[in-house]
């Protein structure tokens, strides 16, 4: 069965724009998990949702957000981009068990 | 609070050597699960395996092994006979959150393996 998509791969941004990352989970997994990857903090936990609800969320500012469709495709939002969230952002889809199944990421450049 | 330690930032071996990886977790949960990841340089987690706080069985996969030993609340992970292939950044996390709430993934902080051919 097809992976986790996320799209884009790359992406540059100006300070102060907004950006939008998108992800497909597995096909049947209604759980997307996202996480921040930066050299500095290493791998952190943005939010989770399931069935359109957010579930849980991690230790980040409001400029960071998301949404999940009823497909169980998922957007993040980071409005009023700043040069320390140039990262790898990683998607994660969860099925019935306890196994996460990430996608290959965007990276995203603030300059 | 969840907590993976990975002491070891970087590793060096020459290919054919066996190497372990070291991962010590803190939780207060009861119930929780071990996972390591593989990432290469592509950038994605890949998944090598899962245990539950239940089964301190270690588990051999091929080149692969783990010991997860929870009195010392460690999950080493071992390859034996390193290939250039393996050379990647391992990745330990805990799942806990069943009496914490906490049930997202906590990561440690990455070795990077380096295999010499």
């Known amino acids: 069965k097809a992976g986790v998509t996320q799209t884009p791969r790359y992406l540059i941004k100006t300070r102060g724009q907004q950006v939008t990352l998108s992800c497909s989970p597995i096909?049947?997994?209604?759980?997307v998990s996202w996480y921040q990857q930066t050299p500095g903090q290493g791998l952190q936990f943005l939010f989770e949702?399931?069935?359109?609800?957010?579930?849980n969320k991690g230790n980040f500012p409001g400029r960071f957000s998301g949404r999940q469709f009823s497909n169980s495709r998922s957007e993040m939002n980071v409005s009023t981009l700043e040069l320390g969230d140039s990262a790898l952002y990683l998607c994660?889809?969860?099925?019935?068990?306890?196994?996460?199944?990430f996608g290959s990421g965007t990276r995203l450049t603030v300059v | 609070a969840q907590k993976v330690t990975q002491a070891q930032t970087e590793i060096s071996v020459v290919e054919k050597e066996d190497v372990t990886l070291d991962c010590v977790y803190e939780?207060?949960?009861?119930?929780?699960?071990l996972f390591w990841y593989k990432q290469p340089p592509s950038g994605e987690l890949v998944f090598l395996i899962r245990?539950?706080?239940?089964?301190?069985q270690n588990e051999i996969s091929g080149r692969y092994s783990w010991n997860f030993q929870k009195s010392t609340s460690s999950f080493n992970f071992t390859i034996t006979a390193s290939q250039v292939v393996d050379s990647a950044v391992y990745f330990c996390?805990?799942?806990?959150?069943?009496?914490?709430?906490?049930?997202?993934?906590?990561f440690g902080t990455g070795t990077r393996l380096t295999v010499i051919p």
């Open positions: 994660a889809s969860k099925g019935t068990h306890y196994g996460y199944t």
């Open positions: 096909s049947g997994h209604r759980s």
């Open positions: 949702y399931f069935s359109e609800t957010q579930r």
């Open positions: 939780t207060r949960d009861t119930t929780y699960y």
């Open positions: 245990r539950n706080s239940f089964d301190e």
């Open positions: 996390a805990l799942r806990g959150g069943l009496q914490t709430g906490a049930n997202n993934l906590f």
